[in-house]
Antibody, heavy 122, light 115 residues
């Protein structure tokens, strides 16, 4: 069974940092791009970042560029999101999502995790 | 940047009746390879999103055939032939054609609810 399990969410003060992790199982991890998508309370979906299957290609939403870094470890089947300089508006449920292809583009995400909650507040 | 506009934002429906959601793009979603990368997602209350349709009209595995996608260029539609109780939730269109900046863009979402 294909599964994604996020961890690392929590409460952090504005300006602080947090590192999210996603453990994948049930598929050939290195053959697929991975994404992080977030959903602010009561709001819609926002794609945050993506990384290609081999890990060389990384893309970010303008809203997080320069503050967030996506990375992956194909030997451990994990993808991470390092979030720095956090803002109140980064408060959201963060979903790890498997892409349909080896690159982050085109078809979107066909498997989603259950999400981890990040709250940025003083 | 491409903008996806969904309508309506709220859709009250009667069980057993059809439903239709529109998604309009500010730019054509035809990619240089000739494909159109417009996808649809469903998010049931309290659940993670789930992809229903990819590349305009291709249903994902396990998606009931009462769901169908159509459209071209800038105008797209998700149709449910007969709404069932399990269909209640929010539906999002998402494009994967135009990037950068970013890669994927979602519509605002359409909330399907029982009348």
């Amino acid at each position: 069974e294909v599964q994604l399990l996020e961890s690392g969410g929590g409460l952090v003060q504005p300006g602080g940092s947090l590192r999210l992790s996603c453990a994948a199982s049930g598929f050939t991890f290195s053959s697929y791009a991975m994404n992080w998508v977030r959903q602010a309370p009561g709001r819609g979906l926002e794609w945050v970042a993506g990384i290609g299957g081999i890990g060389g290609s990384r893309n970010y939403a303008d809203s997080v560029k320069g503050r967030f870094t996506i990375s992956r470890d194909n030997s451990k089947n994990t993808v991470e999101l390092q979030m720095n300089s956090l803002r109140v508006e980064d408060t959201a449920v963060y979903y790890c999502a498997k892409d349909y292809d080896i690159v982050t583009a085109y078809y979107g995400m066909d498997v989603w995790g259950q999400g981890t909650t990040v709250t940025v507040s003083s | 940047d491409v903008v996806l506009t969904q309508s309506p934002l709220s859709l009250p429906v009667t069980l057993g009746q059809p439903a239709s959601i529109s998604c309009r793009s500010s730019q054509s979603l035809v990619y240089t390879d000739g494909n159109t990368y417009l996808n649809w997602f469903q998010q049931r209350p309290g659940q993670s999103p789930r992809r229903l349709i990819y590349k305009v009209s291709n249903r994902d595995s396990g998606v009931p055939d009462r769901f169908s996608g159509s459209g071209s260029g800038t105008d797209f539609t998700l149709k449910i032939s007969r709404v069932e109780a399990e269909d209640i939730g929010v539906y999002y269109c998402m494009q994967g054609t135009h990037w950068p900046p970013g890669v994927y863009t979602f519509g605002q979402g359409t909330k399907l609810e029982i009348k």
